[in-house]
C-alpha cells in the first residue's frame, strides 16, 4: 500500500531535541491517526485528526504535537524528546465510515538516547 | 469507555492444529470489529472486518455480542501465520479504533 508512507523509517535523537516524523497519504481520506506501539501496551492513540485543520488528542498527547494544514499530511512533533517516547510509530488513515478500517504506514522505529 | 482484551500474550501452536485467538471487548452500544495483522517488522494490515463476514487466509471471526467476544480461529495453522495479532474496536463517531495489548502466534513443525 504505497498510499500512506512514513519518514524516516528509522530515527535516533538525543533527550531534549525536537523531533519530526512525517506522515503523507494519497487517498484523500478526512481521517489521520498517529499511534504509537510498545511492547505490553499494543497501539495506544497519541493525536487523531478528523479534516484539516481539526486535530484531537488521543489516549497519550502528553510531549506531542501535530498540525494538519493540507489533508495529506499528519506530521507528528516530538517538542523535547524523552527517553520513555522510544517507541514505534505509525500513522494511518482511514475515510469516515468507522466500518471500512484503518491503513496504516510502515512505522517510524524512534530511538532516544 | 471501550476496552479490548487480548489475554494472551503469545499462542505457540503446531502445524495443523486450529488456532484461536481471544477477543473480548466493553462497550455499550453497537461496535464494529476488526483484526489486524502484523508480520515481522512490517505494517499492520487489515485482516478482517466483523461486518464483512469474510474469511480471509483460511481466519475467520463471529461477532458474538452476548459474550462481547470477537475471536479470531483458522481450522489448520500455516508457518505464514506466525505473526502478531490484534483485535481492535471502533465505537462512536470519528472512526477511532481502540486496540487490544495483541497475541503473538507462533507456528512451529
Known amino acids: 500500500d504505497a498510499g500512506i508512507t512514513q519518514s524516516p523509517r528509522y530515527k535516533i535523537t538525543e533527550t531534549g531535541r525536537q523531533v519530526t516524523l512525517m506522515c503523507h497519504q494519497t487517498w484523500s481520506h478526512s481521517y489521520m491517526f498517529w499511534y504509537r506501539q510498545d511492547l505490553g501496551h499494543g497501539l495506544r492513540l497519541i493525536y487523531y485528526s478528523a479534516a484539516a485543520d481539526i486535530t484531537d488528542k488521543g489516549e497519550v498527547p502528553d510531549g506531542y504535537v501535530v498540525s494538519r494544514s493540507k489533508t495529506e499530511n499528519f506530521p507528528l512533533t516530538l517538542e523535547s524528546a524523552t527517553r520513555s517516547q522510544t517507541s514505534v510509530y505509525f500513522c494511518a488513515s482511514s475515510p469516515p465510515d468507522r466500518g471500512s478500517g484503518y491503513t496504516f504506514g510502515s512505522g517510524t522505529r524512534l530511538t532516544v538516547v | 469507555a471501550q476496552r479490548v482484551t487480548q489475554p494472551e500474550k503469545l499462542l505457540s501452536v503446531f502445524k495443523g492444529a486450529p488456532v484461536e485467538l481471544k477477543c473480548n471487548y466493553s462497550?455499550?452500544?453497537?461496535?464494529?470489529l476488526f483484526w489486524y495483522v502484523q508480520y515481522s517488522r512490517q505494517r499492520l494490515q487489515l485482516l478482517l472486518r466483523h461486518i464483512s463476514r469474510e474469511s480471509i487466509k483460511g481466519f475467520t471471526a463471529d461477532l458474538n455480542k452476548g459474550e462481547t467476544s470477537f475471536h479470531l480461529k483458522k481450522p489448520f495453522a500455516q508457518e505464514e501465520d506466525s505473526a502478531m495479532y490484534y483485535c481492535a474496536l471502533s465505537t462512536g463517531t470519528a472512526s477511532k479504533l481502540t486496540f487490544g495489548t495483541g497475541t503473538r502466534l507462533q507456528v512451529t513443525l
Open positions: 462497550y455499550s452500544g453497537s461496535p464494529e
